[in-house]
């Protein structure tokens, strides 16, 4: 059977900078953060953070002018107990009610430095490494650039500790953590004998669809929510390796249980788009999912970007979907 490839190069550059994970360029995985604080900042000490980029900031006391590029960075700050003076555009309510009225200033992959630089903020939250580009700028209006990222819950988990750290509010982080610990393993011991579902994790845009691989944050929700994500073998994209290209044949090959789609935005536009691209290609009919009505668009504010501490709401939609008896 001839392999159907489902690709566009341009729309591709767009759906992966239009979502705040899966945007590494480079195999290397980011250095787990380390931090060093103190709380006596009156007398000059200061808090410095080692980032995902293995950059080490310095400030001298906390942060009180903050931007978040990204929703899930605005969530960790609303969750320790934290503001922002600028958020990530969206075209509906913020995901952060209490940020709802807070200056909107671009997002990871279009930063409006004018808006920016107008807000004077003491430090920016951006995207490791799509935002590195952006760090002469940032500096450059006087601020400071915190990248991080999450490509897996691990990740979320590092980066809540890390803003906990910038805050000084670790007690308030390390609960956090806690609670994101109790339910991945409530989860795996559900799991632990089950006969895991099998699984095909679609990112994409109408026209433009890649496989999540288990390296990307949806794609590890998936595993510990309890599913078999069929793409595990793919082989990656050389610039973005936590996605791979659709192949009609391996797909039909693996047949999944499930087939679920993420995305930015206009999930009804993209649902739409994808059926109509499997049913130009009858081999799809074969396929399980499909003959059990099982395709399924996620929740945007969940897996379209990172849901920071919501990752738990993640985990629990994910596995209540995967094992619908339960």
Not at 100 to 106: A, K, M, S
Not at 182 to 200: D, F, G, I, R
Not at 217 to 230: R, T
Not at 289 to 298: D, G, K, Y
């Amino acid at each position: 059977m001839k392999s159907y490839v489902l690709w566009s190069s341009a729309a591709l550059l767009l759906v992966v900078t239009g979502c705040s994970h899966g945007t590494s360029t480079t195999d290397h995985k980011p250095a787990s953060p380390s931090v060093s604080a103190t709380s006596n900042t009156t007398s000059g000490a200061t808090i410095q953070i080692t980032d995902f980029s293995k950059r080490t900031l310095s400030f001298q006391k906390v942060p009180q002018h903050i931007v978040a590029l990204s929703n899930g960075d605005l969530d960790i700050i609303y969750a320790l107990g934290g503001t922002a003076v600028g958020r990530p555009n969206s075209n509906g309510p913020s995901v952060v009610p209490a940020a709802e009225n807070v200056q909107q200033i671009g997002s990871t992959h279009e930063v409006d430095l004018e808006k920016i630089t107008m807000l004077k903020p003491d430090v920016v939250l951006g995207s490791y490494p799509m935002n590195e580009k952006d760090i002469p700028a940032i500096e450059g209006v006087g601020s400071q650039l915190l990248l991080t990222g999450a490509n897996s819950v691990q990740d979320i988990q590092s980066q809540i500790t890390l803003f906990g750290q910038l805050l000084q509010k670790q007690a308030q982080a390390a609960k956090l953590n806690q609670q994101i610990d109790q339910q991945v393993a409530k989860l795996q011991q559900e799991t632990a004998s089950a006969s895991k579902p099998k699984v095909l994790l679609v990112y994409g845009a109408p026209a433009t669809y890649m496989a999540a691989l288990p390296n990307s944050l949806g794609g590890n929700i998936l595993e510990v929510a309890g599913g078999s994500n069929i793409a595990a073998d793919f082989p990656s994209l050389q610039n973005f390796p936590q996605y791979a290209q659709l192949n009609t044949e391996r797909i039909l090959q693996a047949n999944p249980d499930y087939i679920f789609i993420m995305t930015h935005g206009n999930t009804e536009e993209v649902k739409a788009a994808f059926i109509k691209e499997m049913q130009e290609n009858a081999a799809w009919n074969g396929i399980r999912a499909v003959q059990n009505n099982q395709v399924e668009v996620l929740p945007s504010d969940l897996f379209g970007t990172n849901p920071g501490t919501r990752v738990t709401k993640a985990l629990d939609l994910m596995h209540q979907k995967l094992y619908p008896a339960k």
